[in-house]
């Protein structure tokens, strides 16, 4: 080798160039991309990340640094490639009042082949091409940035290519392939992530430091399991944490929390560059669960009782709870479209389909009262034959302890309403009267109840109805009505409206 080339990389990246297993070979000169050598370094001794379901998380690491007096240059490396510069905290342990940071750096420019080559631009490089015939080189500058290309875990290609564009002393040489040679990296090319300080000390000596920011890429969310029993009396409910890692960073041993509720955030007019950067007692007889809940402002955080891995590009599941024998009731709901008012009109009857839905209580008393994030609820039950079938699934809101939840898990199949205008009149300029009728059939073998929604709006009253109705509040009304097996009920009433 005749520029004293001490190392090599194999990029695959190249191989879309048209290079066949194309190696890019590069010098020992500005292979750094530090700040020389009054920067240092630490290992963590602790990392702490809480996750918001927000996809954002907040990470904070424990190091010691070796400080002089004076201007200090410390290296704060592997942290998230996605992660927000604005949003660092940097503190000493030690001796908090002793050191301040003057100055902050987020390097990011990764030594990577597509920006190894941007950044050769007008520099000359070396393509050498190995035949049967030999070894073939050509020298030149490069007029280009080619976009090389990126593939994903899976091995799709992201990003398409441009070929090479040489300027050489005999000429321009288009879609040059082969093995490419560079004299030296282009300066300011980091191996990974890193936040670089400029430190004022008057303290020396080793500084426990504490440094905290907030990074995209970190997600969680709630998934539940219910199985229901026989008669849909009960269930056994188990949750499932699932926490999603793309902020290009591991975090390893780590302390974990996560956050539920609606967090304020002030979202930005474009998303960060470091986003475009490539990739980018609960149990009832059961074991303890290994989350602990606590009200923290006006969110819920839970915190695992052991520290985890939670590795870059990684989806990682963890229960939330498990809670059997959850007491449940099931409901049948036949809620009727908006009403037409504004005339008679006989002939707008109305079909719609029975929603069947599960009902419980979050309560300690029912083996729950943790407040439940939000999620998707999956419901399954078991057939005659003891297999487990699925039933339906939906997504529920934050639910705090003592609240009810509401599961709508499908449309039952022997059941059917309809509903239809019976007879209007027009009682004055600003009154008016309407008859409804509702049809309730039950083809089940058992009797059934189901609960009629009705909505009425503007200054409303019922005058009659052939059943006891409820008002829910200042629009919807209720009626509980039984329908026998394999039989049919009617519920006629008249509403008054004023406007």
């Not at 991309?33 to 954002?56: C, E, H, M, P, R």
């Amino acid at each position: 080798m005749n520029r004293g080339f001490s190392g090599r990389l194999l990029l695959s990246a190249l191989l879309s160039l048209g290079l066949n297993a194309s190696p890019l070979m590069l010098s020992q000169a500005s292979a750094e991309g530090g700040k020389g050598s009054d920067s240092n370094k630490a290992d963590s001794l602790g990392v702490a990340i809480t996750v918001y379901n927000q996809n954002f998380g907040l990470v904070k690491d424990v190091r010691n640094f070796d400080l002089k007096e004076g201007t200090n240059f410390v290296r704060f490396e592997d942290v998230a490639a996605a992660m927000d510069p604005t949003t660092v905290s940097f503190t000493s342990l030690t001796a908090p009042n002793s050191v301040a940071v003057r100055e902050q750096n987020y390097q990011f420019d990764l030594m990577d082949v597509g920006t190894i080559l941007s950044k050769s631009v007008g520099k000359e490089i070396k393509v050498r091409q190995y035949t049967s015939n030999g070894t073939h080189e050509v020298t030149g500058t490069l007029l280009n940035p080619p976009n090389v290309s990126i593939s994903d875990s899976n091995g799709n290609v992201t990003q398409h290519t441009q070929s090479i564009v040489l300027k050489t002393c005999s000429g321009i040489v288009l879609g040059a392939n082969g093995e490419i040679e560079l004299a030296e990296l282009p300066a300011g090319l980091v191996s990974k992530p890193s936040l670089l300080w400029k430190l004022d000390c008057d303290k020396p000596g080793t500084h426990k430091t504490e440094i905290s920011y907030q990074t995209q890429g970190l997600n969680w969310k709630c998934d539940y399991v219910a199985v229901a029993n026989a008669d849909d009396s009960a269930c056994d409910m188990t949750s499932w944490v699932t926490l999603d890692n793309k902020s290009g960073a591991t975090y390893k041993n780590a302390a974990l929390k996560l956050m539920a509720g609606d967090v304020h955030r002030v979202q930005p007019v474009m998303a960060p560059r470091a986003m475009i950067f490539k990739g980018a007692a609960m149990v009832a007889g059961g074991m303890a669960p290994q989350f602990t809940e606590q009200s923290f402002a006006e969110y819920h955080l839970y915190s695992l009782a052991n520290k985890t891995d939670v590795m870059n590009n990684e989806t990682k599941q963890l229960t939330l709870f498990n809670a059997s024998n959850v007491p449940v009731k099931k409901l049948y709901i036949f809620d009727s479209p908006q009403p037409y008012y504004g005339g008679f009109n006989p002939g707008n009857s109305s079909g719609t389909k029975v929603n069947v839905k599960l009902e419980m209580l979050n309560s300690k008393e029912n083996n729950l009262g943790m407040p439940m994030p939000k999620g998707k609820v999956r419901v399954y039950k078991r057939d005659k034959d003891g297999a487990m079938q699925f039933v339906g699934e939906d997504l529920i809101d934050h639910t705090p302890k003592d609240e009810k939840v509401r599961v709508y898990i499908g449309d039952a199949f022997d059941l059917v309403g309809e509903r239809k205008q019976t007879n209007f009149n027009q009682v004055s300029q600003h009154v008016q009267r309407s008859s409804m009728e509702l049809t309730l059939k039950n083809h089940k073998e058992t009797p059934v109840t189901i609960t009629c929604v009705e909505h009425a709006y503007g200054d409303w009253k019922i005058i009659s109805s052939s059943q006891p109705s409820t008002k829910k509040d200042s629009h919807t009304f209720e009626f509980a009505v039984k329908v026998p097996a394999d039989g049919e009920t009617k519920v006629t009433y008249d509403v008054e409206t004023r406007y």
